[in-house]
Structures are given as C-alpha cells and as structure tokens.
C-alpha cells in the first residue's frame, strides 16, 4: 500500500499519513536541480543501486537503533528526491509505529486462549532486546523508519509500504519450526534480554556492514534454518516483488542491512507471485507428540499387569506427583497466584497425556481472572520489559511468564516421571 502524492514542500516535520490506500507515483517526472549526490564515504557501507531499464532503485540498509541510520535516511532522501519511498513495515507495524500505546488494546485473555502465549513472551523479549539497545544509544528502535516517512510526507513523496505482514510471517515461521528449532528460539530469545551490556554504538554500527550482519543471519540458520528462511530469504522475495512492481523512474527503500545482498538478487530476477509467500501452512499433525503419552500409558499398564494393583497405584502416584511438582513450581517461579499454582498442578498430570492441551493455559487462563491487567499495567509495558524485574513487575508479562513456566515445569516433570516408572516396573 502507498500514500497518496502531495504538492511537494519544503522539507520539513509532518505527521503521519493516510497509508490505507494505494495510488502510483506520478507518471511525471519531478525536477531534479536540487538532488545531491550521496556522500561516497560512511554512506556507501550501507546503500546499493540497482538500474533495471529505465527504472533506478536505492536501497539504504539501517542498523534499526543507530542515530546514523537515521540521519542517512534522511540524507538519502533529501539528497536522491525519488518518486517513492518504500520502508520495510507492514500496515500493522506501521500502526506500532505510528502509535506506541496500541498494545493498551491487547487482548490478554485472547491471546492465551488461541495458544498464542508462548510466542507473544519470546516476540516481548526480542522487543525489549531491541529497546533496551536503542535506550542506550538515544534512539527509538524503527526510528529510521518513522524518520524515513515523515520526511517524505514533508516532501510530498509516496510512501510505500512493502514488506509482508508481520502476523504471516510470524504464522509461518512458527508452523514451519522443527520441536528442536521452537526451543532453541525461545531459549535464544530469553538469553538475549542479558546480553546487551557490552555492545556500545560503533559494535551497533558494524551491524550496517552487510556482510557482518548477513555472517550472523546465516549463524543462526545453522541452528534453525527456517528461522533463516523464512525471516530472510522470503521476506527479501517479498519485498523484492513489491520494489519491483512500484511505478516511478527512482525509487528509494529503506531497509534492514541484512536485506541488501538478497534485494539485489531479487530485484533482478523477481518473483511472479507473492501469495505462495502468504499462504500460512495447516498445522502439522505430528504423531511424535503422542510417543511420550502412549510410553507413560504403556508403563502404568505393565505396572497394573506385572507388579498388581499397589504397583499400579504406586506408578499414578509418581506421575501425578512429578507433573504436579515441577507445573506448581513453574508457575511459583513466575510469581503466580496461589491458585493459578494449584491449578497448574491439577492440570499438569492430565494434560501431559493430551498433547493437545497444555498446563499454562490454564494457569495462564486462571492467572489473568483472578490479576486482569489494569490500563497502567499496558502503560508501562514499553518500560518495564526492558528489566527482568519488570517482567516479573507487570501484570501483563507476568502472566506469560506464568504459561511459559508452568508449561516448561509441566514438561520437565512429564519426563523425569518416565525413569521413576521405569525403574518401579522393572523392580516388580
């Protein structure tokens, strides 16, 4: 989607716009006198042109949380005066952008009950790796974005919007994860909020150096190729198709750095159709998840067979135990009301047998009746997940917190129950 073209102005300050809906740049070509030539120096690390026929393509890679960045976007913009200007957001993450307090609407019940908890705490945490960077160095985090908007409103240039929806990218890249890739993510995700006391500004710059970035994209795809594949590669597919279908003889994108190299190839031979892109894949029906239910239930059954009656029992008295223990625990370390802990060790026993239910939701379900986040709770959101204690502090996060723990506790204890029957079984 793309704004609509105004008489064009002097730069200046302007406000956000209407991007709902989407018109083409002006056939006409505009007078160029005033353009400059971009600076061959700190600018030439992160900006690449292209030329396909008549039509010339800029891309300016960001580092997202440098002041640089920002001040290259408008460098560029004001130097190149293009046609249109496309920035790497989305309508819902231009709303983000536009207005923070969105998250004000969010709708916490919801998101537990759609099984949406988990993924909403690791999105949180990336967030707040990203804030808390951009808080040290001065800078709000997409403020190049913003920067890249408001002087091109200012200009009367269109603004485009060209990167695919943020919900299909996240559907996709969480339907298409392995079990192995998930927990590596979310681990990942958990360890990164600690891991931003050493990094200074000139560090947050290299990330503008494309191969630098691009070592470290292709670093974690060797953990979880998908992440890499479907956050990288599809995007710059995406993206390169919207670039290319934009009408105007100059076009300039603002970009994440590590999006440079594969724009450049995509732009030279794009796709013909974005919407395979879009398509969100069916849930997997994996049979695997049913293997540890089906063992336990084994188990209890040879207990009942071999041992008796009292072997039996004794086989359900552990499993109920060792699930409750460590469902109650978890939901304990995430400072959950009393009750939300009982309720997750009442569940647990019983949803480890149904891979289709989970402890934490309903200790998350039972967590946010009984502590409904108030209006201060999303007010606060922003700054509190930039501290662990915050995350603890908030309503909000608490209560992922509380499915997130509980879920894993319910887990640990479904497995360390296994070798206590075992050994019960063997020792009839």
Same mark, same amino acid.
């Given at each position: 989607?793309?704004?609509?073209?105004?008489?064009?102005?002097?730069?200046?300050?302007?406000?956000?716009?209407?991007?709902?809906?989407?018109?083409?740049?002006?056939?006409?070509?505009?007078?160029?006198?005033?353009?400059?030539?971009?600076?061959?120096?700190?600018?030439?690390?992160?900006?690449?042109?292209?030329?396909?026929?008549?039509?010339?393509?800029?891309?300016?890679?960001?580092?997202?949380?440098?002041?640089?960045?920002?001040?290259?976007?408008?460098?560029?913009?004001?130097?190149?005066?293009?046609?249109?200007?496309?920035?790497?957001?989305?309508?819902?993450?231009?709303?983000?952008?536009?207005?923070?307090?969105?998250?004000?609407?969010?709708?916490?019940?919801?998101?537990?009950?759609?099984?949406?908890?988990?993924?909403?705490?690791?999105?949180?945490?990336?967030?707040?790796?990203?804030?808390?960077?951009?808080?040290?160095?001065?800078?709000?985090?997409?403020?190049?974005?913003?920067?890249?908007?408001?002087?091109?409103?200012?200009?009367?240039?269109?603004?485009?919007?060209?990167?695919?929806?943020?919900q299909i990218t996240l559907q996709r890249t969480w339907r298409?994860?392995?079990?192995?890739?998930?927990?590596?993510?979310?681990?990942?995700?958990?360890?990164?909020?600690?891991?931003?006391?050493?990094?200074?500004?000139?560090?947050?710059?290299?990330?503008?150096?494309?191969?630098?970035?691009?070592?470290?994209?292709?670093?974690?795809?060797?953990?979880?190729?998908?992440?890499?594949?479907?956050?990288?590669?599809?995007?710059?597919?995406?993206?390169?198709?919207?670039?290319?279908?934009?009408?105007?003889?100059?076009? @300039?994108? /603002? =970009?994440? +750095?590590?999006?440079?190299?594969?724009?450049?190839?995509? &732009?030279?031979? $794009? #796709?013909?159709?974005?919407?395979?892109?879009?398509?969100?894949?069916?849930?997997?029906?994996?049979?695997?998840?049913?293997?540890?239910?089906?063992?336990?239930?084994?188990?209890?059954?040879?207990?009942?067979?071999?041992?008796?009656?009292?072997?039996?029992?004794?086989?359900?008295?552990?499993?109920?135990?060792?699930?409750?223990?460590?469902?109650?625990?978890?939901?304990?370390?995430?400072?959950?009301?009393?009750?939300?802990?009982?309720?997750?060790?009442?569940?647990?026993?019983?949803?480890?047998?149904?891979?289709?239910?989970?402890?934490?939701?309903?200790?998350?379900?039972?967590?946010?009746?009984?502590?409904?986040?108030?209006?201060?709770?999303?007010?606060?959101?922003?700054?509190?997940?930039?501290?662990?204690?915050?995350?603890?502090?908030?309503?909000?996060?608490?209560?992922? @917190?509380? /499915? =997130?723990? +509980?879920?894993?506790?319910?887990?640990?204890?479904?497995? &360390?129950?296994? $070798? #206590?029957?075992?050994?019960?079984?063997?020792?009839?």
């Amino acid at each position: 989607m793309m704004q609509k073209r105004k008489n064009r102005k002097p730069l200046q300050r302007a406000t956000f716009g209407d991007t709902e809906g989407r018109t083409h740049a002006d056939p006409q070509r505009r007078q160029r006198n005033h353009a400059r030539p971009l600076d061959p120096g700190k600018d030439a690390v992160s900006t690449e042109t292209i030329r396909i026929g008549t039509k010339e393509i800029i891309l300016v890679g960001t580092a997202h949380v440098s002041r640089d960045s920002v001040q290259e976007v408008r460098e560029s913009i004001q130097a190149t005066n293009p046609d249109v200007v496309a920035v790497e957001l989305c309508k819902r993450r231009y709303d983000v952008l536009r207005n923070p307090k969105s998250w004000q609407d969010t709708d916490i019940v919801g998101i537990i009950r759609e099984k949406k908890a988990s993924f909403l705490f690791a999105n949180l945490v990336l967030a707040a790796f990203q804030k808390r960077i951009g808080e040290k160095l001065g800078v709000r985090p997409g403020q190049e974005m913003h920067e890249a908007i408001v002087v091109a409103e200012a200009a009367g240039i269109p603004v485009a919007l060209i990167d695919r929806p943020v919900q299909i990218t996240l559907q996709r890249t969480w339907r298409m994860l392995s079990f192995k890739e998930r927990f590596m993510l979310i681990a990942s995700s958990i360890t990164a909020i600690f891991e931003t006391e050493d990094l200074d500004e000139d560090t947050i710059e290299k990330l503008k150096e494309k191969d630098v970035l691009t070592a470290a994209v292709d670093e974690i795809g060797k953990r979880a190729p998908t992440v890499k594949k479907v956050f990288l590669d599809e995007r710059d597919a995406y993206m390169g198709k919207k670039i290319s279908d934009l009408e105007g003889s100059r076009i @300039l994108a /603002v =970009v994440g +750095a590590g999006h440079l190299q594969g724009l450049m190839e995509q &732009l030279k031979d $794009p #796709i013909d159709d974005v919407s395979p892109l879009e398509y969100v894949p069916e849930k997997k029906r994996a049979l695997w998840k049913w293997l540890v239910p089906l063992v336990i239930f084994a188990l209890v059954a040879g207990g009942f067979y071999f041992g008796g009656t009292d072997r039996g029992v004794e086989m359900v008295k552990w499993w109920f135990i060792s699930n409750a223990v460590f469902a109650a625990l978890g939901t304990a370390l995430a400072l959950g009301h009393p009750i939300s802990v009982i309720v997750a060790a009442c569940a647990s026993p019983i949803t480890s047998m149904n891979p289709t239910l989970a402890a934490g939701w309903f200790a998350g379900l039972s967590e946010a009746y009984l502590r409904r986040p108030k209006v201060a709770d999303f007010e606060r959101l922003q700054e509190d997940i930039l501290s662990v204690r915050g995350f603890w502090r908030n309503s909000v996060t608490r209560i992922l @917190l509380v /499915v =997130v723990f +509980a879920n894993l506790g319910s887990s640990v204890g479904a497995y &360390l129950a296994m $070798p #206590i029957l075992t050994k019960i079984i063997f020792d009839s």
